[in-house]
T-cell receptor, first 114, second 115 residues
Framework: AQSVTQPDIHITVSEGASLELRCNYS??????LFWYVQSPGQGLQLLLK??????LVQGIKGFEAEFKRSQSSFNLRKPSVHWSDAAEYFC????????????FGTGTQLKVEL | EAEVAQSPRYKITEKSQAVAFWCDPI?????LYWYRQILGQGPELLVQ????????DSQLPKDRFSAERLKGVDSTLKIQPAELGDSAMYLC?????????????FGPGTRLTVL
């Protein structure tokens, strides 16, 4: 069965520091990958997506992610975190031929210290 | 900018009562999804529609949950009777189609509390 692992449940960083959120997936087929962000009590907003091509993808709000097939990873990065980035972040994976269904990780809660 | 609409945003009910949630997807989106998100977890797909047809309801507890999308546009998710364990956020999403990969656009969700 497909699975998505976000090993860090909580992460705390200082404002201005760099950030990396980890995501590993388990799939047999060619994956497509997403990172979503969720503020408290809100729906999910897409940060970025990888379908094919360049493995380094740029998203909104200064986020980027790199797909590494050999490591089955799709880690999210930001060079300088802002206090408004505090939220929960979800990695999601689908695969070609899967009917556009997504499997989500359990999320990483980001806290930003001023 | 087009958005997925959901109502109500919050619902408090007592166990054994019936509840219903409504979703209006982005215009032109053929595929609609209902997810359940328990606090501290990621969303879990309950049911997926392609137009008015159900294409996946394998995770829908069919003894108490039902979903419909009669005209292939808006959709209703119903729980009857509600149980304490149903307390969660119910998210609706839509995408252009189901062939993939397509981005799923999410609504603001309905927060259900069962007392």
């Amino acid at each position: 069965a497909q699975s998505v692992t976000q090993p860090d449940i909580h992460i705390t960083v200082s404002e201005g520091a760099s950030l990396e959120l980890r995501c590993n997936y388990s799939y047999g087929a060619t994956p497509y990958l997403f990172w979503y962000v969720q503020s408290p009590g809100q729906g999910l907003q897409l940060l970025l997506k990888y379908f094919s091509g360049d493995t380094l993808v740029q998203g909104i709000k200064g986020f980027e992610a790199e797909f590494k097939r050999s490591q089955s990873s799709f880690n999210l990065r930001k060079p300088s975190v802002h206090w408004s980035d505090a939220a929960e972040y979800f990695c999601a994976v689908g695969f070609t031929g899967g009917g556009n269904k997504l499997t989500f990780g359990t999320g990483t809660q980001l806290k930003v210290e001023l | 900018e087009a958005e997925v609409a959901q109502s109500p945003r919050y619902k408090i009910t007592e166990k054994s009562q019936a509840v219903a949630f409504w979703c209006d997807p982005i215009s032109g989106h053929a595929t609609l999804y209902w997810y359940r998100q328990i606090l501290g977890q990621g969303p879990e797909l309950l049911v997926q529609f392609q137009d008015e047809s159900v294409v996946d309801d394998s995770q829908l507890p069919k003894d108490r949950f039902s979903a419909e999308r009669l005209k292939g546009v808006d959709s209703t998710l119903k729980i009857q009777p509600a149980e304490l364990g149903d307390s969660a956020m119910y998210l609706c999403a839509s995408s252009l189609a189901a062939g993939g990969p397509y981005e799923q656009f999410f609504g603001p969700g309905t927060r259900l509390t069962v007392l």
